[in-house]
């Protein structure tokens, strides 16, 4: 009989914010930048908050660190949106149940973690917390053991992984390699007829700049209805867009079921950035409401609820295609046949340069060379935390 190695033991979890832009939350950006202004939102039926997302407060939260120590001195950390209120939820909350437990223990923490929260979590913040604690164990998992994390996920199924850039101009990013480029969908439902002339004209033009086989998509943020979304799909047919991306809230199942079945042949719907859980995602996959899903792995419940969420999407033979989160999610897209091609966020203010998506917290953040990237194999997620970036822990336990 073998017995089992005893790891060494979680002795510290901390949780700390960041009192700078940029970092985990990659909307916490100075004035001007592309990703924050004239973009169609929820909130564009007000007009005092059409102008800018950060008048609605999309940069409210701030980033979340955590970090994982174990008894022999190690640390993992990650990085998540989520700030103070996610700070206190690990501190006050969670904490309880990863320290002093063996540093491998993830699938019982992370069910504990999950249960101990119903009550007030489930989705949103408490998951983003949650996913910050999954992922600095996963972070110190591959440290204590001496492999990347996507060795542990089984290791990669290819060389190298391509992406696809989300950003104001997808002509750039053809330039710089991407196989494809997102634009974020600029006029909402209430801007009405002009604004959806706007919105097809802009993709027309989008078109016109790039190459046939060059992907184009568009990101709706949550922004449409049914009816909106069909007529600016049909308008955009023959424009060679793959896919429109978040039409509607998330949790209007019904409306992404019926919104898929209306859209033009050979156009995909896709959703799921803001869902989180396996029973979320099941429900996008049973209803028929996605044919690529999209998973943050820093908001969906981490990397342990994010195989679970694959697999599902697997056996529905559908894609996973992760929303952003940089290194967390390409250790991750590499190992699975099902992840084909990864995002990669523009975050330069004019989307005209490669900067790392997660700049300037993270040091040795990979970004993507001619589209194309080979992770390397620095134990766990390879990344190292920014000593100029001031941490704050302001509910330490
Ligand atoms: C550009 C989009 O509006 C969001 O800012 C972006 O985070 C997200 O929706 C995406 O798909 O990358
Ligand atoms: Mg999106």
Redesign the pocket.
């Known amino acids: 009989m073998t017995l089992r190695t005893h790891p060494p033991r979680i002795r510290h979890l901390r949780a700390y914010t960041v009192d700078a832009p940029g970092g985990g939350d990659y909307h916490d950006q100075p004035t001007g930048h592309w990703i924050d202004d004239q973009i169609a939102t929820p909130m564009a039926v007000y007009p005092e908050y059409r102008a800018s997302r950060q008048s609605f407060g999309l940069n409210v939260l701030g980033s979340l660190v955590v970090e994982a120590e174990a008894d022999d001195g190690t640390v993992g950390f990650a990085v998540t949106t989520g700030g103070e209120p996610a700070a206190w939820i690990v501190e006050r909350h969670l904490a309880r149940f990863v320290e002093s437990v063996p540093a491998t223990d993830l699938e019982r923490l992370w069910d504990q973690m999950f249960r101990a929260t119903l009550f007030y979590g489930r989705k949103g913040l408490v998951l983003n917390a949650i996913s910050g604690v999954d992922l600095a164990l996963w972070d110190l998992m591959g440290k204590l053991r001496g492999q990347p994390v996507y060795e542990l996920l089984g290791g990669p199924v290819r060389d190298e992984q391509v992406f696809y850039a989300t950003s104001a101009r997808p002509d750039l990013a053809e330039g710089m390699g991407f196989i494809g480029g997102k634009m974020p969908l600029q006029h909402a439902p209430v801007e009405g007829e002009a604004g959806l002339r706007a919105n097809i004209e802009q993709m027309r033009t989008m078109r016109e700049r790039v190459g046939d086989d060059f992907f184009l998509a568009y990101?709706c943020?949550m922004s449409l209805d049914v009816p909106y979304a069909l007529r600016l799909a049909h308008g955009l047919d023959g424009l060679g867009v793959r896919w429109v991306?978040?039409a509607l809230p998330p949790d209007d199942y019904w409306g992404y079921a019926e919104l898929r079945r209306g859209l033009p042949p050979g156009m995909l719907c896709t959703t799921g950035?803001h869902e989180a859980g396996r029973l979320g995602f099941r429900m996008l996959l049973e209803m028929g409401c996605a044919d690529i899903i999209?998973p943050d792995v820093g908001w969906c419940g981490g990397l342990t609820e994010l195989m679970k969420i694959s697999a599902l999407a697997d056996a529905h033979g559908k894609l996973v295609v992760p929303?952003g989160s940089s290194v967390y999610s390409y250790h991750f897209v590499i190992t699975r046949h099902n992840s084909p091609f990864a995002e990669f966020l523009m975050m330069a203010p004019d989307a005209d340069a490669v900067v790392p998506m997660f700049s300037p917290l993270l040091l040795d953040e990979p970004v993507p060379e001619n589209g194309r990237l080979t992770l390397p194999d620095t134990p766990g997620f390879g990344v190292r935390l920014n000593p100029e970036c001031a941490l704050r822990r302001p509910f330490a336990h």
Do not use: K
């Open positions: 990101d943020w991306e978040e950035e999209q929303h």
